[in-house]
């Protein structure tokens, strides 16, 4: 069992950036693969980025290709996600998930969510 623990999401202006963090509890973490997906009211869940933790290789949507930067930190277990240039099509739930290798951003392989953070970006 893997739980996740986002946080640092909350409300910015367009062109403004965020943080948001993801805590993995779980000492294999480092075997995984991690996601940030998100979904707006209304609409799809859309993958955002992923991660292969032990290699790093990384994957990016295109809608944020550029903007964000998705990168993990081994010694404290924890998955970030920068977000930069931020737009008010941004604005959206943002969750972390996890699932055992190989990676893909195909939400409904993903076996372990977090609870979501609100991101909300003003024009």
């Known amino acids: 069992q893997v739980q996740l623990v986002e946080s640092g999401g909350g409300s910015v202006q367009a062109g403004g950036s965020l943080r948001l963090s993801c805590a993995a509890s779980r000492y294999s973490y480092s075997t995984y693969c991690m996601g940030w997906f998100r979904q707006a009211p209304g609409k799809e869940r859309e993958g955002v980025a992923h991660?292969?933790?032990?290699?790093?290789?990384?994957y990016y949507g295109d809608s944020v290709k550029g903007r964000f930067t998705i990168s993990q930190d081994n010694a404290k277990n924890t998955l970030y996600l920068q977000m930069n240039s931020l737009k008010p099509e941004d604005t959206a739930m943002y969750y972390c998930a996890a699932v055992l290798p190989p990676c893909a951003m195909v939400g409904g392989r993903y076996e372990y969510w977090g609870q979501g953070t609100q991101v909300t970006v003003s024009s």
């Open positions: 991660i292969a933790i032990r290699g790093g290789n990384t």
